[in-house]
């Protein structure tokens, strides 16, 4: 019964992966809110440096003391090798600030703008689409 | 014995010569003039409509066949950090390289399925999936029959975008796999922001 019920959680989150990569290939405009801007420090859980977008999962403390769980979309690997960023650079449980644009349907998704690392470098990781808001400067 | 002397056999065979071309011309001035002078011939039959049945509309394609497919293509090769470490996935038997060379071809041949011209963009009455950003399908619609050159051109680009993917398949070379994924999304890209969301990306100009 135990066996069955931790299958059933990992084909959930299973399905969830699959669903946030699935809607990858929408407008901008259409999963995420620029009037949203969010800047999330916090820990990282999971990276995926993978094709045709990465996905950061990080958790931040929320002022009320919870911890909230968020997935958020960057621009290719290929596009974050070339802009000096790379996947060794992701450690799990490191500290780190992202910058971007909070989901419209789903609030605990983000696209990613900017990564700041706790080394001080900082590097844009906006997939094509997004507002034109300086990021990629 | 007596040699006979043939003088005019040159001249012969000279007059037959002209006799034979005269013959030729006349010929030819004959079925030229009963040419003319016939009915026209029948008009070529129009050739028959393709034995295509679109079943499935764009959309659907799009859903159904080619996004999950693309996205095998392209998670068969990724980094993960999770648990503490940073994990590669590849293909390693000789199995899992035909299972992504399998999809990579449900890809490629899936492009053809958005050439044929009669397929709908979406079922009856579906509406945009997020007005105002991206195009209702009779919006959509519009502008295939205003540039179909140009969607068959990023159809085609699209479609060719697979082939490093299928080369590096078949080489088993998952490093140019991966390389390759960045190309494909491009070229997807490419399609949709010309044809599915335009506004979306004036407006983030």
Not at chain 1, 30 to 46: F, H, I, N, Q, W
């Amino acid at each position: 019964m135990m066996k069955m019920k931790i299958t059933l959680v990992l084909l959930a989150a299973g399905a969830l992966c699959a669903v946030q990569q699935a809607q990858a290939h929408h407008a901008f405009a259409a999963e995420y809110d620029v009037a949203k801007p969010v800047t999330l420090s916090g820990t990282l859980t999971r990276m995926e440096w993978v094709n045709p977008h990465g996905w950061i999962y990080m958790d931040t403390k929320e002022p009320d003391g919870t911890v909230k769980h968020w997935t958020v979309e960057t621009s290719g690997p290929s596009q974050m090798s070339r802009r000096g960023l790379k996947k060794t650079d992701f450690v799990d449980g490191m500290s780190l600030q992202v910058k971007g644009y909070q989901g419209i349907k789903d609030q605990s998704l983000a696209n990613g703008r900017t990564l700041v690392l706790t080394d001080g470098r900082s590097f844009y990781i906006g997939s094509v689409g997004g507002p034109n808001d300086g990021a990629d400067k | 014995m007596t040699e006979v002397a043939f003088p005019s056999y040159r001249p012969f065979m000279k007059y037959s010569r002209h006799r034979h071309a005269a013959a030729a011309v006349v010929l030819v001035a004959a079925s030229l003039l009963s040419g003319c002078a016939a009915p026209a011939p029948e008009q070529a039959p129009a050739p028959a409509a393709p034995p295509f049945r679109p079943v499935a509309s764009i959309r659907e394609v799009m859903n159904s066949v080619i996004d999950p497919s693309v996205d095998e293509v392209w998670n068969a090769v990724k980094s993960v950090v999770d648990d503490g470490r940073l994990t590669e996935h590849t293909p390693v038997k000789d199995e899992d390289w035909a299972e992504v060379r399998r999809h990579a071809l449900i890809v490629s041949e899936a492009a053809n399925l958005l050439l044929m011209h009669d397929r709908p963009v979406a079922p009856p009455g579906a509406p945009s999936l997020a007005p105002g950003v991206e195009l209702t399908p009779e919006e959509i619609r519009s502008l295939i029959d205003k540039n179909p050159d140009g969607w068959n051109f990023y159809v085609q680009e699209f479609q060719d975008s697979l082939k490093p993917a299928l080369a590096a398949i078949d080489a088993k070379n998952a490093q140019a796999l991966f390389d390759a994924g960045e190309k494909i999304d491009t070229t997807c890209e490419n399609c949709h922001s010309t044809f599915w969301y335009p506004k979306a990306v004036a407006s983030s100009r």
